[in-house]
């Protein structure tokens, strides 16, 4: 795995340093595939160009981003970064799936189909998925491409500085509502942990009336309501404090507050809540988020089987985490570097939700 990260006003002087790191990095090899994380400010079609010529016909996927960091470079909100997979062994192939807005299940068989057209008979190692789920269900489409590809599904949701600037990348186009997938084919092997550092406060109540991911009334009151007698009367549900869903055995899922309406008093979250779920507020300080990722770091590095050498290493990372830990978001990838393996290469994104 090599890895190009740079930033520049001008997006040509951009990706050709970008493009530079990786030639010097790849020292002749050929690349199988590559994941390409922008900023949204960039000009996205040239910087697609830009990569499809020097390495023409490669598999690529990607996304724009709230920001984004790796060893080339470091964290960085206004960059560009590739990251590009060698293997005489592992196969690669991307698919893509339109308007996830419509049918965000249908999108994720679409993509997962295409991909898997390329090697057909062969099963699928892993995947990598960076949807637009602006207006779809993300659990919807995370469980179609986990079902369709029958193998794990690392990624996150396609991010930028606002809602409406959000777009994908699939070859040399930058799509918008679309499902973009890597699959990788043969012997690829991942170990992998989840840090999600946000935990419950206050009592447990019941989730009355939901409409998709709109949720109109908790524990007898408008779901604006019950926010505000909880923490206050601000003005926005505060998207640092989301809801905990429970399931069984006390686990839970995160939903986060995207958008109010004083009209209705309803809510709409990341994803949609089931009507009659148990949930309760959650909370996160600077101090719990960057403790839990480095207990999650520690035992992921404690976890390595025997024999098992990493050739790079992924992160995904929260929106929401940058907003809370504000000047010291820099510490999770300082985390990264001083924990992990040295031989590892780290790349994060940044995401919408």
């Given at each position: 795995v090599v890895i190009g990260q740079a930033e520049c006003v001008e997006t040509e002087c951009a990706a050709a340093d970008m493009l530079r790191q990786c030639r010097d990095r790849l020292a002749g090899a050929v690349p199988g595939a590559g994941l390409?994380?922008?900023?949204?400010?960039?000009?996205?079609?040239?910087?697609?160009?830009?990569?499809?010529?020097?390495?023409?016909?490669?598999?690529?996927?990607?996304?724009?981003?709230?920001?984004t960091f790796s060893t080339a470079l470091g964290p960085s909100r206004d960059s560009i970064c590739l990251m590009l997979f060698v293997s005489d062994t592992v196969r690669f192939a991307v698919g893509?799936?339109?308007?996830?807005?419509?049918?965000?299940?249908?999108?994720?068989?679409?993509?997962?189909?295409?991909?898997?057209?390329?090697?057909?008979?062969?099963?699928?190692?892993?995947?990598?998925?960076?949807?637009?789920?602006?207006?779809?269900?993300p659990g919807e489409v995370v469980a179609a491409l986990s079902e369709a590809l029958g193998c794990p599904v690392f990624g996150g949701f396609a991010g930028g500085e606002g809602r409406d600037d959000v777009r994908q990348f699939f070859g040399r186009m930058a799509c918008s509502g679309a499902v973009?997938?890597?699959?990788?084919?043969?012997?690829?092997?991942?170990?992998?942990?989840?840090?999600?550092?946000?935990?419950?406060?206050?009592?447990?109540?019941?989730?009355?009336?939901?409409?998709?991911?709109?949720?109109?009334?908790?524990?007898?009151?408008?779901?604006?309501?019950?926010y505000r007698d909880t923490l206050g009367p601000h003005g926005l549900p505060a998207s640092e404090m989301p809801l905990a869903v429970f399931e069984d055995e006390g686990r839970f899922a995160i939903r986060g507050p995207l958008e109010y309406d004083e009209s209705d008093g309803s809510i709409v979250f990341s994803d949609a809540v089931p009507e009659g779920a148990q949930v309760r507020i959650t909370e996160a300080s600077r101090e719990v988020l960057l403790e839990d990722v480095a207990r999650s770091l520690t035992d992921l590095a404690a976890s390595l089987p025997p024999g098992f050498v990493p050739d790079g290493a992924l992160a995904f990372s929260c929106s929401t985490r940058r907003y809370i830990l504000g000047l010291r978001a820099r510490e999770e990838f300082d985390l990264m570097r001083r924990i992990l393996p040295l031989s590892l290469i780290h790349i994060s994104q940044g995401i919408v939700r």
């Open positions: 390409l994380f922008s900023a949204s400010g960039f000009d996205l079609e040239m910087a697609l160009g830009m990569v499809w010529e020097a390495f023409p016909g490669l598999p690529l996927a990607g996304c724009t981003t709230a920001g893509l799936g339109q308007d996830a807005a419509t049918d965000g299940a249908r999108a994720a068989r679409e993509a997962a189909q295409m991909a898997q057209a390329a090697h057909p008979g062969v099963p699928a190692a892993m995947a990598f998925a960076f949807p637009d789920v602006k207006d779809a269900a973009p997938v890597l699959v990788l084919f043969g012997p690829a092997q991942a170990v992998f942990r989840v840090s999600n550092s946000w935990r419950p406060v206050g009592r447990r109540v019941r989730v009355d009336a939901v409409s998709g991911k709109k949720v109109l009334r908790i524990d007898g009151k408008t779901a604006l309501e019950f």
